[in-house]
């Protein structure tokens, strides 16, 4: 069975190369443990004005929680002002939101659509009336967040520290305990936060922002003239834009948003596929110029920034499904040997996926497991939910093979998602929880 042997020493260099170009994650996992205390951000005298930008569409069952809890924060009122753009709406999005505080803008364009669109129609729209020097910086938020009364002082403690051009926050759930899809979301975006970009922060390196919540200062707005992030994943593509440019990217995690994880198959299924999907058109776009900038970018820190987000971007999904693929292809190869030396080739090959299969497994649970460990007084759920959720996590992560391999082949364009009042979720956990 030398075959087996050489396939199997492959598949050795395979994923040793991953655990090598990976393998930095487990190190900021690492520190993230031993320096689990996070430093009080200091005082400041110093008080920025802010743009609240909330990109909406069709979302008046839910946005007026959004708008009350900004309206609550515990930031001077005249310092900030909240905006929502009524994206292509059919229901009363628009009306609600002004009878919550904000200015609205109505926006209708059938051609240009999506969050990124809607975002660079709204900065010109501030900026014709406001000038390019009014607001300090733009925070924007997606219509089913609610904010932490103090999110916006504690960013405005981080930005008066200097340095960042952009800020990336904590992102916490409203519904960590609906079903196992919602929690391994917020498990998921809990350890992007605390074990990624806080270490990403603490080192000097550069963070990523993650879709909501997240800050950007006038002066890159001007410098990009608005938002010119189009991509299914426009976060990301404004995350690496931004760290080709030079920009630091940093993170707050006192500033706390609760955001609403999908509950259903159908909805996650239709999210991730076009989050794969985006990070294909970033990565034809930027790889090649990221693997450039490697080596033509000063300093330490910044290498380390390309290197982490050109990882961020690259497949690793496609990489291990290529390889499970091309396992496949060898079973089904092996049809053509002898009776008794095929089946003992594909019990081998069976149990050398299967031991695949189990070390992603437990590689997850771990994951989850650290996760909920560091943040247990964070996730609002009662303990016995903290813990049961763990040892699904892995389940969500698997799927995204499936969706990985779909993404390739078809074309995705955004669907939106049904999102619920603090009242609807409550009710939801009752029905859908199992």
């Not at 990109?55 to 930031?75: C, P, Q, T, W």
């Not at 009014?134 to 938020?141: C, I, N, R, S, T």
């Not at 496609?318 to 091309?326: K, W």
Request: aromatic share 14%.
């Amino acid at each position: 069975m030398a075959f087996l042997k050489m396939f199997s020493m492959f598949a050795t260099v395979i994923f040793a190369a991953l655990i090598i170009v990976y393998g930095y994650q487990m190190i900021y996992v690492l520190i993230s443990m031993i320096h689990r205390k996070v430093k009080l951000l200091p005082d400041t005298d110093q008080k920025n004005r802010f743009a609240i930008m909330v990109s909406a569409r069709n979302e008046e069952g839910v946005i007026f929680e959004l708008l009350d809890s900004l309206n609550n924060m515990h930031y001077p009122r005249n310092l900030f002002d909240i905006y929502v753009i009524a994206d292509n709406c059919t229901d009363e999005t628009a009306e609600v939101s002004r009878k919550h505080g904000a200015i609205v803008v109505e926006r209708f364009n059938n051609v240009k659509k999506g969050k990124g669109y809607a975002l660079h129609d709204l900065y010109h729209e501030i900026i014709s009336h406001k000038g390019h020097d009014y607001y300090d910086a733009y925070v924007v938020f997606d219509a089913d967040n609610l904010v932490d009364p103090d999110f916006l002082m504690e960013v405005n403690k981080k930005w008066a520290t200097g340095g960042y051009d952009a800020l990336t926050t904590y992102r916490n759930s409203k519904n960590f305990s609906t079903n196992w899809l919602s929690a391994a979301y917020s498990i998921w975006f809990m350890h992007e936060a605390r074990h990624l970009n806080y270490v990403r922060d603490m080192i000097g390196a550069q963070c990523m922002i993650s879709g909501t919540g997240f800050v950007v200062s006038e002066h890159v707005m001007k410098n990009n003239n608005g938002w010119p992030f189009y991509f299914l994943t426009e976060d990301i593509q404004f995350s690496v834009d931004s760290t080709l440019q030079g920009y630091r990217i940093g993170y707050v995690d006192s500033a706390i948003l609760y955001d609403e994880q999908p509950s259903t198959m159908k909805q996650s299924w239709n999210q991730r596929l076009r989050w794969a999907k985006g990070f294909y058109q970033i990565d034809l776009k930027y790889l090649g110029t990221l693997a450039k900038a490697l080596f033509t970018v000063q300093g330490i820190r910044r290498k380390i920034g390309v290197y982490d987000v050109m990882m961020t971007c690259l497949p690793c999904t496609l990489l291990t499904v290529g390889f499970a693929g091309m396992a496949l292809f060898v079973l089904a190869g092996s049809l053509y040997m002898p009776y008794y030396v095929r089946l003992l080739f594909q019990q081998d090959m069976i149990s050398l996926l299967c031991n695949m299969l189990l070390g992603t497994w437990q590689t997850m649970v771990i994951l989850a497991s650290l996760t909920v460990a560091s943040e247990w007084d964070r996730i609002p759920t009662a303990n016995r939910d903290k813990l049961k959720y763990i040892w699904i996590f892995p389940m969500y992560m698997l799927t995204y093979i499936p969706i990985t391999i779909q993404a390739l082949f078809t074309k995705v364009t955004w669907k939106p998602i049904q999102h619920y009042s603090t009242s609807q979720l409550a009710a939801q956990r009752k029905t859908l929880n199992y």
